[in-house]
């Protein structure tokens, strides 16, 4: 027997879920189980996660009768001794597929050679003492992919406070924190005096971290410009010069590695990365840490010369902002996003020490909606 009770006129139960009319008029569609396992009892209030376990109903949910009443949508439930209501604004919510509103998806803005003037700055006692501006910096992080934090303590522990404002330290496997001062027996070229190319840093991991932080504590050398690009202002460019070098160089993963004595790591990236609207939100590009590409040779005959049309766009001066770091300034940029190098310096001309760090994009994120949105479950 099918359980159809006594619906009002804009409840109609159905086999699998109820049918509603909403505020826009339309009828909408709601299963069953989506109804009875985001009932707002299945969620616990001190711990703000589902308490609720679906796999434990013994039978499909059914609803024994639905109403509206004062706002709010009554459900009883078949086969067991529970009712669920739900607020009809609430419902409104999530009437259509779509994901649940995100305020750290923010509209990229590129940026330009031209911008170091107008480059986002805050200062370090400012970001420790004031949720409001941690959350504008946040936003030029998200917005702009870079900004510069002023003021900073010339400490290691400086470096650590500030970045532990947008998440956890992200270790990647040269460990929690770098220092790049020239190496008697470098590993890396950045270790070394020499110029490096723009690039994304360790893309060699699987996922490579997210947010740099670089600390300048000396800079007395000559030489030894700071290069960032944004990867974003690039590729959007690349796009309507190249259309089809930016499919290539948007779908087609190539490989990555780097290897030393005891660690060999490997992975695979497309150099332009797309997010879920299929807009640009980064980069990975590495001349010195790309393995053979081992993709078709004949694919290559197409590959090779987007990658290199694309490599010579980055170095552009329309796009690639030039500037000396002052000792107390910390770069923060998206890894993903911001190109970086470095012009040569002589190495007997004075002192350079960086030290540098990362946060992950998603903790970053994280930390931004709760700074700007109430959230779902907050009392
Ligand atoms: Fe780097």
Not at 164 to 174: A, K
Not at 188 to 211: I, K, Q, R
Request: aromatic share 12%; glycine share 6%; proline share 5%.
């Amino acid at each position: 027997m099918n359980i159809m009770a006594t619906p009002t006129a804009s409840v109609v139960l159905k086999d699998k879920g109820l049918e509603i009319a909403l505020s826009d008029g339309a009828t909408h569609y709601f299963n069953y189980y989506w109804l009875r396992d985001n009932c707002p009892s299945s969620f616990s209030s001190a711990t703000r996660e589902r308490s609720f376990d679906i796999f434990h109903l013994e039978a499909a949910p059914k609803a024994l009768a639905a109403d509206i009443q004062d706002d709010t949508l009554e459900i009883t439930w078949a086969g067991e001794d529970h009712v669920t209501r739900f607020p009809l604004a609430w419902l409104e919510n999530y009437k259509a597929a779509a994901p649940r509103h995100d305020p750290a998806d923010l509209a990229r803005q590129p940026w330009f050679g031209d911008h170091y003037s107008d480059v986002p700055r805050f200062s370090q006692p400012d970001l420790m003492n004031d949720t409001a501006i941690r959350a504008k910096w946040i936003e030029a992080l998200l917005v702009e992919g870079f900004a510069i934090v002023t003021d900073m303590p010339d400490s290691n522990e400086g470096l650590t406070e500030t970045a532990t404002l947008l998440g956890h330290i992200r270790p990647t496997f040269f460990g929690e924190y770098f220092d790049v001062r020239t190496h008697i027996n470098p590993t890396n070229t950045a270790y070394t005096a020499a110029a490096l190319e723009l690039h994304t840093d360790t893309p060699a991991e699987e996922h490579a971290p997210g947010v740099q932080f670089l600390h300048c504590r000396e800079n007395t050398v000559e030489g030894g410009y700071s290069l960032y690009a944004d990867g974003v202002a690039v590729a959007n460019d690349f796009k309507k010069i190249d259309p089809e070098g930016f499919k290539l160089l948007s779908e087609i993963s190539i490989p990555f590695y780097c290897e030393h004595d005891d660690y060999d790591m490997r992975s695979r990236q497309t150099v332009i990365e797309l997010d879920q609207h299929g807009e640009v939100s980064g980069l990975t590009i590495s001349q010195h840490m790309l393995d053979f590409l081992d993709i078709d040779q004949t694919l290559l005959d197409l590959y090779y010369p987007a990658f290199c049309r694309f490599g010579k766009m980055l170095q552009d001066k329309k796009y690639m902002m030039t500037f000396l770091m002052k000792a107390g300034e910390c770069m923060v940029f998206d890894n993903h996003r911001i190109v970086h190098g470095r012009a040569a310096y002589r190495a007997e001309s004075g002192d350079r020490y960086l030290r540098g760090t990362y946060v992950d994009r998603a903790e970053m994120r994280s930390t931004y909606r709760a700074l700007v949105s109430e959230g779902r479950f907050k009392p």
